[in-house]
């Protein structure tokens, strides 16, 4: 049950991560390590995300259900 809404805040984390690396970078234009740092918090949110979808998808919280199934659509 929080495994998508926690997916949905680590993806939108993801995206400001990658929008302020490149505010960095043409920014600084390499005169600081901020890009550098943000591509360290970025790689984090990125195995964080992974972990998640990984553990959701172990536990059976996150998935779709296959169509040719015959258990679903039926009752």
Do not use: E
């Not at 920014?27 to 970025?42: C, E, N, Y």
């Not at 959701?56 to 169509?67: A, K, M, S």
Request: hydrophobic share 50%; aromatic share 12%; net charge positive.
């Amino acid at each position: 049950m929080w495994i998508k809404p926690l997916v949905i805040v680590l993806l939108i984390a993801l995206i400001i991560s990658l929008f302020s690396g490149l505010i960095f970078f043409i920014k600084d234009q390499g005169s600081t390590r901020r890009t550098f740092h943000s591509l360290g918090v970025r790689l984090t949110i990125a195995v964080l995300l992974f972990a998640v979808t990984a553990y959701g998808l172990y536990t059976g919280d996150l998935g779709n259900p296959v169509p040719w199934d015959p258990s679903v659509g039926r009752g």
